[in-house]
């Protein structure tokens, strides 16, 4: 019984730190700081929301088709644009796990400072 309260526990714990846990070492940017050459940035909003504001060339893949569509994205460094700290948080860590680089994100819904 204690084993499976354990397991319960640490489930609950692993979801809550994928969703609500903050990411360090991602800084937060207005705009994309690299050269737009080396540089594909991936909006990770619903399409209702990127289409209204879509200033850039970028890759729109919604959080909830992140794991059928992030083949579409090509490897190397990524800017994320995502509306709120949810978005961000389990998009970084998603294209972290597959080996790309996240060298910053935006999000719309609150100013970086």
């Known amino acids: 019984m204690i084993f499976l309260i354990v397991i319960l526990l640490g489930l609950i714990i692993g979801f809550l730190y994928v969703r ?21 940035v991936v909006d990770v909003r619903d399409y209702t929301q990127s289409y209204k504001d879509s200033e850039h060339e970028s890759v729109h893949i919604p959080v909830g088709y992140l794991k059928r569509y992030f083949h579409e994205v090509p490897g190397g460094e990524v800017h994320i644009i995502a509306s709120n700290f949810l978005e961000r948080n389990i998009s970084i860590r998603f294209f972290r796990r597959r080996g790309f680089n996240v060298t910053g994100y935006t999000l719309t819904d609150c100013a970086c400072g």
């Open 20 to 40: 609500y846990f903050p990411i360090w070492g991602v800084p937060c940017m207005n705009e994309p700081s690299s050269s737009i050459n080396s540089l594909t």
